[in-house]
């Protein structure tokens, strides 16, 4: 449950059984950690006394002495009453906390023993945190009251070896305090971003390639003897950077236990004070705001995005010189866009401005040809767009500011600026969200890969940045792959494809992502296994594909076929704006195996919900609403013409000679409207 006021937190203590809390604040969200170990328990247990929640602290009366408490914080409660509490991300601690709770409350139900009812003895006054701006040399430091704070970063090496949770073990074994826990995987622009000061060194590239390649876990360390500071401390744990000397000089440190090379060295820390201020805004830049006082906290540099738009007839004449302009400027590209604008969208996107004597210039000049949208991240984007683009005015420009991009990229023949950038970094929001909606697609991995490489593509597909929106194991009947890929009856590969597809297991999945439909064949590669091989040897159908017919995964060709394909599978399924199916509560029901199911072959695809994305569950700035949800079936909503965003068929010809070789160069088809 997300519980989203006091009626509901009121509603939640009526619920039979016990009910385990993650109360979290504005600045950083649930655990999304422990959102997975809640749903995995869930599901196995499947036990109706048993229920998870969310709930902020700051919109909830009940919860106001736990505002600006940094540590992670879980409520037990049974018949309405608090029985247990535990602070801090700690699995294990917390998965015998919800069996051993959960066998006492039953007891309390079924056999009428007493409910042990509990006070939080933590939350003592002299214990209560406020977060505050500590100033030092001028600059501005965000740091908890009598506390010293610093980032720490478990590297994807060492969470792809399974090592997060025994370094977290160690951390807190050594006297740290975790006030903070997030999964993040970095992309390559906010690798680049970070790490910005270590440009100059020659092994550069090759760490922002590292540390995009997988999640890490971004932590916010501090110490129970608050004054100490705890940023030495660190880096004395983890040991020298070069993993070589660490295990000589410090064999017991982490780096020396876990680290493999220079690059690969397991954990990060920071150097300094003036680092550690910088990545505590960088990854959590809310973080500072203190609960109730709301202490003015003037704004620091922190990693931005905006919108730029590239107008026609500069994008005809000189895209390459403005994307060039734009490296120059210190810019990441994080998304772009070409689309061609239809009068409507140009309308609305620039609803504030129609009454303008300049709006039908815009709007003619808006829809002559292909828009150029990109979102720029850096530090303070909006403001630094801002300034390099100059004045609105074209003729102001060249005389006030004649460096400036809209100065330089003016044309003569055209009245109006050629370059767009956000006013604010609310507006930037609004935009971005125009241009890069998070869409989702339909993906499959197929029976003969299922089994065997299961985890590894799950694990794939999130450090590729997409969110499982919904995912469920189901095997087809024939009839129903009849039905899947009835736009192929008749054709050649027709039987064979049908009778692959149905002979046994599969797991579809909603992925969520901005661009997901072409995002997700990319990540597939080619049909043909030998053309991935060639063409894209990172793909996954270069890694797992055996031959053209069993190829591994299947996915949707455009949006409106996903749609479509997601619709039939699932049914009419809500997804919010941050990906996350809303209103759905999980089935328990364990998958049938192929053998029960010969009796109801034929029946109608299973549209109960298994199993919910695992990274993340509620969105964590603000309250869902109708607006921010869309229906995967209503491409009547899609901001851009499904003619501007169709991916081009990669089908391979089907030759005319003989059958056998339709069926052994075309199966399946998937390059275009069976995926």
């Known amino acids: ?46 036990d109706d006394h048993l229920h998870f929640a969310v709930a902020e602290a700051d919109i909830i009366d009940s919860l106001q002495k736990y505002r600006g408490r940094c540590e992670p914080t ?12 535990v602070r801090g991300a700690n699995a294990p601690l917390l998965q015998k906390s919800i069996h051993e709770q959960l066998r006492t409350e039953k007891k ?14 933590g939350l003592s006054e002299e214990e209560e945190e406020q977060v505050v701006v500590l100033k030092t040399n001028g600059e501005e430091d965000l740091v908890t009251t009598n506390k010293s704070c610093t980032v720490a970063i478990i590297k994807p090496d060492a969470v792809a070896h399974g090592k997060a949770n025994e370094i977290i073990m160690k951390i807190r074994e050594a006297g740290f305090e975790i006030l903070a826990h997030e999964e993040w995987t970095l992309t390559k622009e906010e690798a680049h971003d970070f790490y910005r000061h270590k440009a100059e060194e020659s092994h550069f590239e090759e760490l922002i390639q590292f540390m995009s390649s997988g999640p890490c876990h ?19 744990f983890i040991g020298p950077t070069d993993v070589e000397v660490a295990k000589r000089e410090r064999p017991e440190s982490l780096r020396a236990l876990y680290g493999t090379e220079h690059v690969f060295n397991a954990v990060h820390g920071s150097d300094d004070m003036d680092h550690a201020s910088r990545e505590l805004a960088f990854f959590f830049p809310s973080f500072g705001k203190a609960s109730e006082a709301q202490i003015p906290i003037q704004q620091e540099e922190r990693v931005q995005k905006t919108l730029a738009l590239i107008r026609p007839d500069l994008l005809k004449e000189r895209k390459d010189d403005i994307l060039q302009k734009i490296a120059e400027a210190g810019f990441m590209i994080a998304l772009q866009k070409e689309v061609v604008l239809t009068e409507k969208q140009v309308y609305e ?17 808006m829809t002559s040809g292909p828009v150029l949208a990109l979102a720029l991240a850096s530090m303070d984007a909006v403001e630094r767009w801002q300034n390099l683009l100059g004045p609105k005015d074209v003729n102001r420009a060249k005389e ?27 507006e930037a929001e609004k935009e971005l969200k125009f241009f890069f909606s998070m869409e989702q697609t339909l993906a499959a991995i197929k029976p003969d890969t299922l089994e065997e490489h299961r985890d590894e ?45 149905s002979e046994g297991p599969l797991l579809m999945m909603i992925l969520s992502k901005e ?32 031959n053209i017919l069993q190829n591994a995964l299947h996915g949707s060709s455009d949006r409106l076929q996903a749609m479509e394909k997601i619709q039939f599978v699932f049914g009419d399924i809500n997804i919010g704006a941050d990906g996350v199916v809303q209103g759905i509560e999980p089935d328990l029901e364990k998958v049938i195996c192929p053998e029960s199911r010969e009796e109801s072959e034929g029946a109608k695809l299973e549209t109960d919900e298994v199993e919910r994305r695992d990274e993340a569950t509620v969105d964590n700035e603000s309250t869902p609403t109708d607006s921010s949800q869309s229906t995967v079936n209503e491409s009547s909503q899609s901001l851009f013409s499904e003619a501007a965003e169709k991916v081009d068929s990669d089908d391979p010809p089907l030759p005319t000679e003989t059958v056998e070789t339709a069926e052994t160069t075309a199966v399946d088809n998937e390059g275009a409207d069976c995926e």
């Open 515 to 546: 661009n997901a439909v072409e995002e997700w064949r990319n990540l597939m590669g080619p049909t043909d296994p030998e053309e991935a091989k060639r063409t894209a040897p990172d793909s996954l159908r270069a890694k797992f594909a055996k």
């Open 349 to 365: 996107f620039y609803s504030e401005h129609t009454q303008e004597e300049y709006f039908p210039v815009l709007l003619q000049n």
């Open 74 to 85: 879980f409520l037990f409660y049974g018949g309405g009453q608090l029985v247990a509490v």
């Open 400 to 426: 006030e500011d004649p460096e400036s991009l809209r100065a330089q990229f003016s044309i003569e023949t055209v009245p109006i600026n050629q370059l767009h950038g956000s006013g604010t970094p609310q």
């Open 457 to 501: 593509i799950i694990q794939k597909i999130k450090q590729a940045g997409f969110i499982i929106s919904h995912m469920d194991e189901k095997t087809l009947s024939r009839e129903m792959a009849e039905e899947f890929y009835k736009e192929h009856k008749g054709k050649p590969f027709f039987e064979q494809l049908v009778d692959y597809m």
């Open 218 to 236: 971004i932590l916010i360390l501090s110490r129970p003897e608050g004054t100490v500071d705890v940023i030495p401390l660190w880096r004395e």
């Open 108 to 121: 309390v139900l079924e056999e009428g023993a007493d409910r042990k009812v509990i006070k939080d003895e």
């Open 1 to 46: 449950m997300t519980i989203l006021n006091q009626e509901q937190w009121d509603d939640m203590l009526a619920i039979t059984g016990l009910t385990v809390v993650d109360v979290y604040q504005a600045w950083c969200g649930p655990c999304k950690a422990v959102t997975s170990l809640f749903r995995k328990i869930k599901n196995e247990l499947g």
